[in-house]
């Protein structure tokens, strides 16, 4: 049971126990280091301690808090349960010091901050872009960092404290009961390829065609892998056989260009490029669609002004109606082929 420093059992959480226990940063620093370097005495000498004075200061907060934060090893030191819990509020109380020293310095400086947001690839492919335009064109000073990952990758980062905000999807490998989410829209998937394809033009397209062309997959174990293999199992087929795993946007455009393959991607990206000339989507519709992305945030987290602005940009134009010149569908006005199946696909 952890008691305060006057050894009083701590029954109930108390909000401010730091306060009373004086924590100080270093030791916030040191919980850091030994979990990066495995041990404490380089850990020490990542902070210019000793290793007597560094022991001292762990022994001190694990008294305080009644708890071993590490498993003490012969070949190391491992957090415990608690320490994770610990060491995960350490880095993401650091971030937001480091954070808060950078808006000063902006401001200081006459700018108007920094904020850092991550994004999918959906978002990133249109509505991220029209906000950030539209924000810089109100706000040139504000300097806007933005990550492009998978959701897991982008959550760890959200609760270590290196993001503001995700535009991104919920996933169970994440505790959601310290998180805000606020969605924005869904996401149909559509199969695209080269522009000038082979397929590109033809009316009555199969599945059962598609399944002998080689393919661009999503990675094995990923949530739209299962969902595409589990498409051609649906309709009594194989999944392709000729296929090259990725994930990653510049090989896929790049080797669909080179090639008669196929992706599956999702549509808002998809018709960007056939904006651009370089894909086309082919005139089978996939009745399926991605779990909704929206707005991810840290319930504990406070944003700076500059975050709350884009925040404001990015809601508005996903409520905004769509430009003029892009299509209301991303497939032709002619008709296509019955649908095949009746399933969310969650790219995450």
Not at 263 to 278: D, F, H, T
Request: charged share 20%.
């Amino acid at each position: 049971m952890p008691i305060d420093p006057k050894g009083n059992e701590m029954t109930a959480p108390n909000p401010n126990w730091y306060l009373r226990a004086r924590l100080k940063t270093r030791q916030l620093l040191l919980l850091i280091a030994i979990d990066d370097a495995g041990n404490i005495l380089r850990a020490a000498e990542a902070l210019c301690m000793t290793q007597p004075a560094a022991s001292k200061q762990l022994k001190e907060l694990e008294d305080l808090l009644g708890i071993a934060l590490f498993e003490r090893h012969p070949r190391g030191m491992v957090p415990t349960i608690y320490g994770e819990s610990m060491i995960r509020h350490a880095r993401m109380a650091l971030s937001s010091l480091a954070r808060a020293h950078e808006d000063i310095v902006a401001l200081k400086a006459g700018l108007a901050g920094q904020v850092d947001v991550g994004s999918i690839m959906t978002p990133a492919s249109s509505l991220l872009p029209r906000a950030i335009t539209r924000i810089k064109q109100q706000v040139p000073q504000l300097r806007i960092g933005v990550q492009i990952e998978s959701s897991n990758e982008l959550l760890d980062r959200l609760q270590r404290g290196t993001l503001d905000f995700l535009l991104a999807r919920l996933t169970g490998f994440h505790d959601c009961a310290e998180l805000l989410y606020e969605e924005l829209a869904p996401e149909p998937v559509v199969v695209v390829a080269r522009a000038g394809h082979p397929l590109a033009g033809r009316s009555g397209l199969t599945l059962r065609e598609l399944a002998q062309a080689p393919w661009l997959t999503p990675p094995p174990g990923s949530i739209l892998r299962q969902r595409f293999d589990q498409l051609f199992h649906n309709a009594g087929l194989e999944p392709p056989a000729d296929i090259v795993d990725t994930s990653e946007i510049v090989l896929i455009t790049s080797m669909l260009q080179m090639s008669d393959a196929l992706n599956v991607m999702s549509e808002a990206v998809a018709r960007r490029y056939r904006e651009l000339g370089l894909l086309a989507i082919l005139p089978l519709e996939l009745d399926c669609r991605m779990d909704p992305f929206g707005i991810i945030r840290r319930r504990d987290s406070v944003l700076a002004p500059g975050a709350e602005l884009l925040l404001q940009a990015i809601r508005r134009e996903a409520a905004a109606p769509m430009p003029s010149n892009a299509p209301s569908s991303a497939f032709p006005s002619e008709p296509v082929t019955p649908t095949y199946n009746h399933y969310d696909i969650a790219l995450a």
